[in-house]
């Protein structure tokens, strides 16, 4: 028996419907991003990891952490997270805790607010809790269990395991790690961070 043509016709449209609307859908994940000046923005902030697209992502995935104070950064799922991994020996680490709080305020008020989880990694605890924790005021504090444990923290955030610290690392609100840095961060790249969120949906 001859097969309907109206039905194969409608699920052929189907079909053609929902393989162009999938290409939408991946062709929109970064669409700022394509731009080549914009990317190279970007590369220049995530200068370790900075996936094509969120398909490309990886799932944030630590070991475990001792919570300080907050949510652990895997609680906060459903929101943008900047992980920091910080140690009170470091200079630039140290240096840098009042612009991430900054930075902070400054996206909430941009309606782009983000969770800031300062991961502190220091060997000795005693060292932990002599630091000033007025500074760490507003963010989620975590710290690993154990000091053999900082490859694995590494290798989750999308950095190499022997990565100099301060690292920092995007977490995009489906979990997923967008955007890897080792090194300090700078006042100017404020902006280009506003564009990593605007350009990842």
Do not use: Y
Request: aromatic share 4%.
């Amino acid at each position: 028996m001859p097969a309907n043509p109206r039905k194969f016709h409608g699920s052929s449209s189907r079909g053609v419907v929902s393989v162009v609307a999938a290409a939408l859908a991946l062709a929109a994940c970064t669409p700022r991003a394509q731009d080549p000046a914009v990317r190279a923005e970007l590369a220049a902030l995530c200068n370790q990891n900075l996936p094509a697209n969120a398909i490309e992502a990886a799932a944030f995935q630590p070991p475990p952490l001792e919570l300080i104070a907050g949510d652990s950064p895997v609680a906060t799922a459903g929101r943008w997270r900047w992980i920091n991994v910080w140690a009170t020996w470091c200079t630039p680490c140290r240096a840098e805790l009042p612009l991430l709080r900054q930075w902070m305020t400054r996206l909430a008020a941009a309606g782009q607010p983000m969770e800031l989880s300062l991961v502190n990694v220091d060997v000795e605890r005693a060292a932990f809790e002599r630091f000033d924790h007025t500074q760490l005021e507003g963010a989620n504090v975590s710290r690993l269990k154990r000091n053999d444990e900082l490859p694995g923290l590494l290798r989750a955030l999308g950095a190499p395991e022997g990565s100099p610290i301060p690292v920092h690392a995007l977490i995009d609100p489906q979990g997923r790690v967008r955007c890897t840095r080792t090194g300090a961060i700078r006042e100017e790249q404020f902006a280009t961070v506003q564009r990593m969120i605007e350009a990842s949906p």
